[in-house]
């Protein structure tokens, strides 16, 4: 759209300077062509008045000859007529001064033609009044009156009557000329007249337009500069904005170096921890070894332990069975105190049968009764003392049975564990490749540290001169929006 | 050796000083046969008791009462056994050859008592006996003739000797 406006205002000024230009050439070019057709006109006019000029001078001059002629034979004064005498040779010579004039002027010129009769005319004139005053000059006055009646007379009639036919002639030719000259130049004025016209109406056009066009343009100007106005804000505030954020990033990068840095450190430190990290996994690979030797120690020593839980169990089946043995016989024992006891009342009864004879076997059926209290209670806490027996081996059983199983899980245990140790082995052998490498990794870490710390500093400077870009930028972005407010006031004051 | 010998020392001033106490008291109410009948523990006089055994086979007898618990043998002689148990409204465990009889006799019957324990001979004053209360039992109140200090229930043989509930078919 914008274009194609561009390309049609071009043409329309192209096209309109052009058809000025245009117009101006021909209006020069006729202006120029009737100028030189009117000066050439004028010349003609100018040359044929002086032909007229040097005729009627001729004219006037042969009058003149005449009249001299006249006195000169009317007077007596001998005086006056060499002073008419003398005035006549002036006159001669002026005519042929004339004459002499009036051939340079005809010469080539083929109009003119008609005037070399006239040539012929007066240079047989001439002669005849030469004849004629030699005549006089000899005192034959009637010889050369005779000559100037019949011959001079006619003659200068003759001449007379052509030179005022050529007069006419002339006179009407530049009558001709003069009114052709009129018509041209009014031609030429209204051509001018109607060539101005169109000039001052193309020239009016032309300003519309282009009045029409500024106000477009200074519309589209003043447009652009109000968003040149609000954009020069808008970037002075975004570059504020990139300055703050450029004054963070060189912060940032101030502190990423220092950051960098204890990275080093901390590098290194983790060099030296996976150094040591290598030693203790071959320390633990060792320790892993020797483990697995113990453990083997351990499973011989396992077994033994079964063997003489075995062992043991036999020897607790023993004593239980001793101990029930043992209780049998107290029950026996039991039983006995009971009978014993049976027995001590019977004796009682039959002692209190008896009177006062049976008072000692009394006191011996106490004694007896008292040894069965006796045997009772001792059976009785041999009895707790079985039964406390028998729980202990029962728990001595039960401790057993735990023992064994407990062995066989601590056999199972030991197992797990040797391959836990075999495990442990392959892993420390694995730690040991890894921490291997992690020193490589941390010394290539340490290495590209040492690199990142100078690219820090580059950056660093780079985030400075950056800062220090922007700076400008802002100030540049300040001067725009200055500018921006400029061209607003200039449009508002150049109104269209 | 020596402390066995201290102890029978002791105990033979123990019984003398007894029976030394026994000589002083005058007022003796009787020589009873102390037995236990669980959880309660009773007594009967002593002149009345023949002798006493363990309970070793008893024969039960078809459509006797529950009482008589069955009849035994000893010394080629035959003698019924009664439970006191269910005439005293004691409960009642079942028998075993733990269990004891007393023999009990007078002129009119004779038959055996059972017992769980038979605890021994023991003389009681008059002092430490005591009447039993009035609202005792219909039947085996009529036996009680007194409770001692210690909660000994005191039986009358007499009484159980010479019951006609008691004594079916003699």
Request: charged letters at 25%; a negative charge.
């Amino acid at each position: 759209m914008y274009k194609s406006l561009k390309i049609k205002t071009r043409y329309q000024f192209i096209f309109g300077f052009s058809f000025l230009v245009l117009s101006i050439v021909i209006m020069t070019v006729i202006s120029f062509n009737s100028i030189t057709r009117l000066n050439k006109s004028h010349d003609i006019i100018i040359e044929k008045d002086r032909i007229l000029n040097y005729l009627l001078k001729i004219r006037t001059e042969q009058n003149t000859y005449r009249s001299l002629t006249l006195e000169i034979q009317t007077t007596k004064n001998a005086v006056e007529a060499d002073s008419l005498k003398e005035r006549m040779k002036t006159l001669v010579t002026d005519s042929y001064i004339i004459f002499s004039n009036l051939d340079s002027l005809i010469k080539g010129k083929d109009e003119y033609a008609s005037m070399a009769s006239i040539k012929e005319s007066s240079y047989k004139f001439v002669a005849l009044r030469d004849k004629y005053e030699t005549l006089i000059k000899e005192g034959k006055t009637d010889e050369a009156n005779y000559i100037y009646n019949n011959e001079l007379k006619p003659l200068t009639k003759d001449l007379y009557t052509i030179i005022n036919s050529i007069e006419n002639e002339l006179n009407n030719s530049i009558v001709e000329l003069l009114r052709e000259n009129d018509k041209l130049t009014r031609n030429v004025n209204i051509t001018l007249f109607s060539l101005g016209l169109t000039l001052i109406l193309i020239s009016f056009a032309m300003a519309f337009l282009m009045q029409r066009l500024l106000v477009k343009v200074s519309t589209e100007i003043k447009k652009g500069v109000g968003i040149l106005g609000s954009s020069a804000s808008e970037i002075l505030s975004t570059v504020t904005e990139i300055y703050t954020g450029a004054a963070e990033t060189a912060t940032a990068v101030s502190e990423t170096t220092t950051t960098v840095e204890e990275v080093r450190q901390t590098a290194m430190v983790s060099n030296q921890k996976a150094q040591s990290l290598m030693l203790s996994s071959q320390k633990a690979a060792d320790s892993a070894e020797r483990g697995k030797e113990s453990i083997n120690e351990v499973i011989d020593a396992m077994k033994n332990i079964d063997n003489q839980m075995l062992k043991i169990s036999e020897t607790i089946n023993k004593l239980s069975e001793q101990n029930r043995t043992i209780g049998e016989i107290t029950s026996t024992v039991a039983d006995i105190a009971d009978q014993s006891n049976l027995l001590a009342v019977n004796a009682a009864i039959e002692a209190a049968k008896a009177g006062e004879h049976g008072r000692g076997f009394s006191v011996v059926a106490q004694e007896i009764r008292s040894l069965a209290d006796q045997s009772k209670r001792a059976t009785a806490q041999v009895k707790e003392i079985l039964n406390e027996i028998n729980k202990s081996v029962n728990m001595a059983v039960g401790a057993t049975d735990t023992g064994s199983r407990t062995v066989e899980d601590g056999k199972r245990l030991v197992r797990e564990c040797e391959e836990a140790i075999d495990i442990l082995s392959d892993n420390v052998e694995e730690a040991t490749q890894a921490s291997i490498q992690i020193s490589s990794s941390n010394q290539q870490q340490m290495a590209g540290m040492e690199q990142i710390v100078p690219a820090m500093e580059n950056i660093k400077q780079a985030s400075e001169q950056n800062v220090a870009g922007i700076k400008q930028t802002q100030t540049a972005a300040n001067d725009l929006k200055q500018l921006g407010m400029s061209l607003q006031e200039i449009m508002e004051k150049y109104k269209l | 050796m020596k402390e066995t010998h201290i102890i029978l020392r002791e105990r033979a001033l123990t019984n003398s000083s007894i029976n030394a106490k026994m000589a002083e008291i005058s007022e003796l109410y009787g020589d009873y046969i102390e037995f236990l009948l669980s959880p309660n523990i009773f007594a009967i006089e002593s002149s009345f008791v023949k002798e006493v055994f363990s309970l070793k086979e008893i024969t039960p007898v078809p459509g006797t009462p529950q009482f008589i618990s069955g009849l035994i043998n000893i010394r080629s002689r035959i003698y019924s056994v009664l439970n006191l148990k269910p005439l005293l409204a004691v409960r009642e465990k079942g028998l075993t050859d733990m269990n004891k009889v007393l023999l009990i006799e007078n002129s009119n019957s004779s038959f055996g008592l059972i017992a769980d324990k038979v605890i021994g001979k023991k003389a009681f004053l008059k002092d430490e006996i005591h009447e039993p209360p009035a609202n005792l039992g219909e039947f085996g109140g009529e036996f009680i003739i007194g409770v001692s200090e210690s909660g000994t229930i005191l039986l009358s043989a007499e009484k159980i000797l010479n019951c006609k509930k008691i004594i079916i078919n003699q």
